[in-house]
């Protein structure tokens, strides 16, 4: 019998923590810490998060404007 795995990523409710599934059949639970999730949007998007997006990526967080100088879009 062979078996197949298809590789996965999954995200905690609390957008904290992620875990991935690899094709050799291991998985990892990383820490995302809010801070590493900020500085990644940041390089991402290159603007403040509207309120819907903020929600989106860090439920239960409240927002505010986390890039000083970046632009705030309107909802």
Do not use: K, Y
Not at 23 to 38: G, K, Q, Y
Not at 40 to 48: I, K, L, P, S
Not at 50 to 56: D, P, R
């Amino acid at each position: 019998m062979s078996r197949c795995f298809l590789g996965g990523v999954a995200f905690s409710p609390d957008s904290r923590w992620v875990v991935t599934g690899s094709f050799d059949m291991t998985a990892r639970l990383r820490l995302l810490p809010v801070a590493d999730l900020l500085a990644h949007a940041r390089r991402t998007v290159g603007r403040n998060l509207s309120t819907n997006e903020w929600q989106v990526a860090m439920p239960r967080q409240p927002w505010f404007g986390a890039f000083p100088g970046l632009p705030i879009p309107m909802e």
